[in-house]
């Protein structure tokens, strides 16, 4: 069982490759595709879509972590699910009504995430932390890979982490923006233990095969 999971983010990767470099990530020990969604409006990029989800949905045995920043997401979650995600994080700044919208995630049998951005305080979560599978922690602001590290996030995985933990919450805290094999150790001393990662895997000088394993052993085994 591995001491913690990666997730490589697939909009860093080549897409002319796409099959290819997917399956480099898997047969390097890669645990879940990330799948950045973006919509040009609560983020500046226009990334992909369900297509392209159920594109690697067939490429991939992986569980698709499919991330969504997008406003309005309540009216997407069944193209999504029904394109084959296993995960569905929402922004909480872009829910109306949380409770609900993670209660829709799960009846559509993906298991629920919720995230905020850098500027978004934890508290912000409090009413759906008994609720979620899993918690996306930004180390970046949404909208681009290939961004510095936001040490100051740190701190607010730390606070996550010890909420989770006051509610007996078996739940994934996952961190995402940075993540390279400098910054993963900080995160995982702070409390995650998913680790979504674009640039220090398919950016890799010797490709993403390589990007997993140098992010696989930063850590000495426990
Ligand atoms: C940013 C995305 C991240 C990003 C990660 O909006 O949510 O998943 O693609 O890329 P790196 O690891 O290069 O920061
Ligand atoms: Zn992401």
Same mark, same amino acid.
């Given at each position: 069982?591995?001491?913690?999971?990666i997730a490589p983010s697939i909009i860093a990767a080549d897409f002319t490759r796409l099959a290819d470099e997917i399956a480099a990530v898997q047969?390097?020990?890669?645990?879940?595709?990330?799948?950045?969604?973006?919509?040009?409006?609560?983020?500046? *990029?226009?990334?992909?879509?369900?297509?392209?989800?159920?594109?690697?949905?067939?490429?991939?045995?992986?569980?698709?972590? %499919?991330?969504?920043?997008?406003?309005?997401?309540?009216?997407?979650? =069944?193209?999504?699910?029904?394109?084959?995600?296993?995960?569905? @994080?929402?922004?909480? =700044?872009?829910?109306?009504?949380?409770?609900? @919208?993670?209660?829709?995630?799960?009846?559509?049998?993906? *298991?629920?995430?919720? @995230?905020?951005?850098?500027? *978004?305080?934890?508290?912000?979560?409090?009413?759906?932390?008994?609720?979620?599978?899993?918690?996306?922690?930004?180390?970046?602001?949404?909208?681009?890979?290939?961004?510095?590290?936001m040490p100051e996030m740190i701190g607010k995985v730390e606070e996550v982490r010890n909420k989770l933990n006051a509610l007996r919450s078996t739940?994934?805290?996952? %961190?995402?923006?940075?993540?390279?094999? =400098? *910054?993963?150790?900080?995160?995982?001393?702070?409390?995650?233990?998913?680790?979504?990662?674009?640039?220090?895997?398919?950016?890799?000088?010797?490709?993403?095969?390589?990007?997993?394993? %140098?992010?696989?052993?930063?850590?000495?085994?426990?």
């Open positions: 069982m591995n001491q913690f999971l047969s390097a020990g890669a645990d879940w595709l990330h799948m950045d969604i973006m919509d040009g409006h609560f983020v500046p *990029t226009i990334t992909i879509g369900p297509l392209f989800v159920e594109a690697c949905k067939r490429a991939s045995k992986l569980p698709l972590d %499919v991330h969504l920043m997008i406003s309005n997401p309540n009216q997407y979650l =069944e193209d999504f699910a029904k394109a084959g995600a296993d995960n569905i @994080t929402v922004h909480v =700044e872009t829910c109306l009504d949380l409770p609900q @919208t993670i209660q829709k995630i799960k009846s559509l049998g993906c *298991t629920a995430g919720v @995230t905020l951005n850098p500027a *978004t305080p934890v508290s912000a979560l409090d009413a759906v932390l008994p609720l979620v599978d899993l918690v996306l922690v930004m180390s970046v602001q949404p909208g681009f890979s290939g961004q510095s590290f739940a994934h805290l996952e %961190v995402d923006g940075g993540i390279s094999s =400098e *910054t993963l150790p900080l995160m995982l001393n702070a409390g995650a233990n998913v680790f979504v990662a674009g640039n220090a895997v398919f950016k890799h000088p010797q490709g993403a095969g390589e990007g997993i394993r %140098v992010l696989r052993q930063c850590v000495a085994p426990a």
